[in-house]
């Protein structure tokens, strides 16, 4: 680089920089390495809104996605020598003051794409001094709360909290209310988790709740994800049910696949939710997840029974025409359940799963006699 004199070229240096973070374990001389500083710290790439890797030709660092600013990350010098000196980092702890100063520029820098990388550097800094990559990492998002959300940077929230509450906990009150949609549901999302873990963000919590859909799509999504865990179930199902029904089919989206979770489907305490859930609008938008789940469940359908009976009605009364191809498979499980039910003697869902299947002769009599017919095949 210095023979030929290309080492201000930005093609080279973005090269020399991924080259130390490729071989970081390599006893790299103190020149090589302050050539790596240098970069991270004074090298003009990026330059001041702009990108190097871009979908739309017109776009500027402050209007693009959150991912669109992840992939440029990696992609410019400052970004590239960010991830190298991470890597450097891990490789070699006893570096962090070699490379202090310049993770401080990083983490400071006026590119949003720049302080992503430097999250990198700071996850590593977390296994040395926590304290530190705590300052460091409030600092990376506090002007671009896009940072904070970032995919290097958004699991470490789970790292700071609750150590750190009051450090971290305004940049997440801001995320919450953030203006920008991707922003404001992982806000949302974080504003659930710590309230359900460790009740902080009440205020916040009950705002998301009735805010904005990316809010209200936030909360939906953490208590789906959590309603398997049973320490936490109980308020989880107090918060899908208020969400079941949201005028926003965006918001029921989140609900889509919270009882893939066969074991939820069999438990009795979640019974009264899953009868709601057939009962909903979100089961209305999209049924088929759940009909299937139910479908691959091994074993006698017995425990379930009132479950089928429930799906069963919202198929056949009246009959989901539009829904053909479900409503054979509902019928299929029904079977099942009354094939369960006569080898164990039940003769009381014997008898319902008789009278449903008149329903279906009343309300689809065509469909009806062919599935008899193959039945008696």
């Not at 992503?116 to 506090?142: G, H, P, Q, T, Y």
């Not at 539009?322 to 509902?330: P, R």
């Amino acid at each position: 680089m210095e023979k030929y004199g290309a080492d201000g070229e930005q093609d080279t240096a973005l090269s020399f920089c991924q080259l130390v973070g490729e071989r970081a374990d390599e006893s790299w001389s103190d020149k090589s390495i302050s050539k790596l500083l240098h970069y991270a710290r004074n090298h003009p790439d990026p330059e001041p809104g702009k990108l190097n890797i871009h979908s739309d030709s017109d776009e500027n660092s402050d209007e693009v996605t959150v991912d669109v600013l992840f992939v440029n990350a990696a992609y410019c010098v400052r970004g590239a020598a960010a991830i190298a000196i991470s890597r450097l980092l891990w490789k070699h702890n006893d570096r962090l003051e070699q490379v202090r100063s310049s993770i401080e520029s990083l983490v400071s820098d006026p590119h949003p794409a720049v302080r992503m990388a430097a999250i990198e550097a700071i996850k590593v800094v977390f296994n040395i001094d926590k304290d530190l990559a705590v300052s460091w990492f409030c600092k990376a998002c506090r002007d671009d709360l896009r940072v904070a959300v970032s995919p290097r940077a958004f699991p470490l929230f789970n790292y700071i909290v609750p150590s750190h509450i009051d450090q971290v906990g305004p940049v997440i009150q801001h995320m919450a209310a953030s203006s920008l949609d991707e922003v404001a549901f992982m806000g949302a999302q974080q504003v659930t988790a710590r309230w359900l873990f460790d009740c902080f963000f009440e205020n916040e919590f009950a705002t998301c709740c009735q805010g904005t859909v990316p809010q209200r799509k936030g909360v939906a999504n953490v208590a789906a994800a959590l309603l398997h865990n049973k320490k936490y179930s109980p308020q989880c199902q107090q918060i899908l049910c208020k969400f079941m029904n949201d005028p926003d089919k965006e918001v029921r989206d989140e609900l889509r696949g919270m009882f893939r979770n066969q074991n939820l489907i069999i438990d009795t305490e979640c019974t009264a939710l899953i009868k709601a859930y057939i009962e909903s609008l979100a089961f209305a938008d999209d049924p088929n997840h759940f009909v299937l789940s139910l479908s691959d469940l091994t074993g006698s359908l017995i425990p379930v029974a009132e479950v089928v009976f429930t799906v069963c009605d919202r198929f056949f009364v009246p009959p989901q025409e539009k829904n053909h191809l479900m409503t054979l498979e509902v019928s299929s499980i029904l079977l099942r359940l009354y094939e369960s039910a006569q080898g164990g003697q039940k003769i009381q869902i014997t008898d319902r799963c008789l009278d449903t299947w008149d329903l279906l002769f009343e309300n689809r009599v065509e469909m009806a006699m062919g599935l008899t017919r193959n039945i008696e095949q």
